[in-house]
Every structure is written in C-alpha cells, then in structure tokens.
C-alpha cells in the first residue's frame, strides 16, 4: 500500500489495494570525466562551482542517450554528484540546483523555457574534494526520452577561486552566466554564453514503481479566497507508476474534522499521466 499526504487547508491521502513492487536506487554516471573544468583559477564558465565570481548561475545538459547508454532506467532521480579535483573558495551562498526536461540537443544560454524544479537548496555549501553527492529534497521523474538540464546557482558578495571537476569536452552542452554582483542574485536571470567542459555527473535514479500514484495538484479551493461558502474540492490525480491507473481512494479531511474516502476509477496513463477529479463539494 502507497500513501500520499499534502497539508494545504486540508489533508489529502492517496491509498492503494495493491502491494507496490519495490526497487533500488542506482548511481548511472554520464561522462568518462578525461578532463576537467578549466585551469588554474579560469574557466568559470565551465564549472557549476564558480567562485571565481561572485554569482555564477550554470546550466549543463545530458542527454536521454547518454543515460540510457550508461544504463539508466526511467524512474525518479533523487540525487546528482559532481566529482571536485579542486576545491575553491569561498563558500557558495543562497546555493541551489534545480533540474528540468527538454527536447534540445545543445544550449547557447541559460534555457528560459524549460519548466525546472528546485531540488536541492543549502544557505552556505563548501565543495569538498571528491565526489560531491546532493540528495533531492523532491525527486522528479524522468520519463527516458527527454534531455536534462541541470541548473546550479548561487549568490555571493565575494569572490577567490573556482572549484573544479572532472568534465568531457563536450561545446553546446553547457551555459553560463557569472558577475560581481554584490548586491543582489542573477539567478533567474536567463542570458549567459555557451562553454565547451561539461562536468561529469552521477544521477540516483530510483525505477518507478508498478503501482505509484498521488495528488499532483490541488485545484480547489484555491487560497487565499474569500469564497468559501460551498465550494468543490477538486484534484489532480498523477499517475507515476509503471501500470496504467484505473482505481484507487482517496481519503481527504478538513482540519481535524473525520476522513472522507472518495473512491476514483477511470484510466490515468503510466509515468505522468493525470486526471482531474471533483472529490466533494464542501460548505465552510
């Protein structure tokens, strides 16, 4: 049994009949890492560590190829390492990587149109030599077919020398955008140039379960409203299991008033499907 629980204005829960087949996280590295980023205290705009600058904002990009010849499998990716051969100061602050999908095969700056999610964030973070291994506060499912794309940002106001790692020569699959910019963050700030050394990366994929789903959104009510006298509480339903969706319940509760069991059937398609559906209507 798989449960799923969201505390919004109330609790939503997601509860199976069937047993959900079990799997285990794996390490699939991308690249064979001959060379590394930069030299010396250069080559900032290769390296996601970039304290050369105060702010440096990276993208990397591999492709669903790539991880599928390293033996990736579709599933969720809960975490992504670097190996550092040079550790750099000073201590990156406000850090944070986010990870989205695309169908491009090569970037010349910082991809705008890609839908990221943050999945790791840290107010201060030190490289350390070695493999440096972020685990995801959120792993994101990754369907076998897309790129990904790999943002690391941080915000400094000072600045000494560049943490490297070990990288291929790879022009086209790797932006970057860095500054002195003491007084605010460019994270976010989507411009920056193409580079030619794309870190070596180990992604922690988990492969998806046969029998996998949740609450991918709460449509309704939607906060803050004033609009609360009788109002439908709908969902989205999202499917990321292996098997296509057709039955499960839903058990949704306000406050800390009794669980409600609403049973849903339909056909939610496998690894990212979604259905919308109405599971009450409630006066408040």
Not at 7 to 19: D, E
Not at 155 to 173: K, Q
Not at 207 to 232: F, M, Q, R
């Amino acid at each position: 049994m798989r449960t799923f629980t969201f505390i919004p204005l109330f609790l939503l829960t997601v509860i199976f009949s069937l047993s959900a087949s079990f799997s285990h996280a794996q390490v699939y590295t991308v690249g064979s890492g001959t060379t590394v980023t930069g030299s010396g205290n250069g080559g900032t705009g290769d390296t996601p560590f970039g304290t050369w600058y105060m702010d440096d904002q990276t993208q990397m990009l591999y492709l669903a190829s790539e991880l599928s010849a390293a033996g990736a499998p579709t599933g969720f990716v809960n975490a992504i390492g670097f190996n550092v051969t040079q550790v750099g100061s000073p201590i990156m602050q406000n850090f944070n990587i986010k990870i989205g999908f695309t169908t491009a095969t090569s970037i010349s700056n910082l991809q705008s149109t890609v839908a990221y999610t943050t999945v790791y964030s840290s107010s201060a973070y030190q490289t350390t030599s070695g493999w440096n291994t972020f685990n995801f506060t959120t792993p994101v499912l990754w369907n076998g077919t897309d790129n990904v794309v790999i943002d690391v940002c941080f915000d400094n106001s000072s600045y000494s020398y560049n943490s490297h790692t070990t990288a291929d020569y790879l022009p086209g699959r790797v932006a970057c955008y860095y500054t002195d910019n003491s007084g605010g963050s460019i994270c976010g700030v989507y411009s920056g140039y193409s580079y030619s050394y794309r870190s070596q990366a180990a992604f922690t994929i988990l492969s998806p379960y046969a029998d996998d789903a949740g609450i991918g959104a709460i449509l309704s009510p939607s906060l803050p409203t004033c609009d609360l006298d009788s109002v439908d509480i709908q969902v989205v339903v999202q499917n990321a299991g292996t098997d296509t969706l057709t039955s499960c319940d839903i058990k949704w509760q306000i406050g800390t008033g009794t669980p409600t069991s609403y049973s849903y059937s339909g056909s939610v398609n496998p690894q990212g499907g979604t259905d919308t559906v109405t599971i009450a209507n409630y006066s408040f």
